[in-house]
């Protein structure tokens, strides 16, 4: 007999918790910035480190757990459609989705608003989804399942 996957209830997360992490992840990636800035005087190093150390950030936590701590801290993390964990490959995508994102003035950002499973460009790209946690698995009562007579 064929063992069929476990269904779960994914409620997508919107447009402002989104927002949200995404300032947390700024203040924490900006703090680092600016330590580096006082340590080092020369723009360039500190333009450069910055660049190294957010995609590291970005591309690292998605892949670790899912998560930035700014999801963290609201409880929010990206999966990919299939709900399996994001691997390299799909953190990159995510990672040019956002710099697709940007260079189109934030409108890939701002669809996530309008889309009816809560994806920005980058997230379609990606082929994922930023989901509330904790999801929880549909449990299925045998009554709700039978005809009425």
């Known amino acids: 007999m064929e063992k069929k996957p476990k269904e779960f209830a994914l409620e997508y997360a919107g447009f402002w918790i989104r927002l949200g992490a995404g300032v947390i992840d700024l203040l924490t990636l900006g703090s680092a910035v600016v330590v580096i800035a006082c340590l080092f005087h020369a723009p360039v190093i500190w333009v450069t480190s910055g660049l190294v150390i957010s995609i590291a950030y970005w591309l690292g936590f998605w892949v670790w757990r899912g998560q930035t701590p700014g999801k963290m801290a609201l409880g929010i993390k990206v999966i990919r459609t299939d709900s399996s964990p994001v691997k390299w490959q799909c953190a990159l995508c995510r ?3 956002y710099i697709v994102s940007l260079i189109t003035l934030f409108i890939g950002f701002a669809w996530i608003a309008f889309d009816g499973r809560k994806q920005g ?11 509330k ?17």
């Open 95 to 97: 990672f040019f989705g």
């Open 121 to 131: 460009i980058h997230d379609k790209i990606a082929d994922t989804y930023v989901v």
């Open 133 to 149: 946690l904790p999801v929880r698995q549909v449990a299925f009562h045998r009554a709700l399942c039978s005809r009425p007579s």
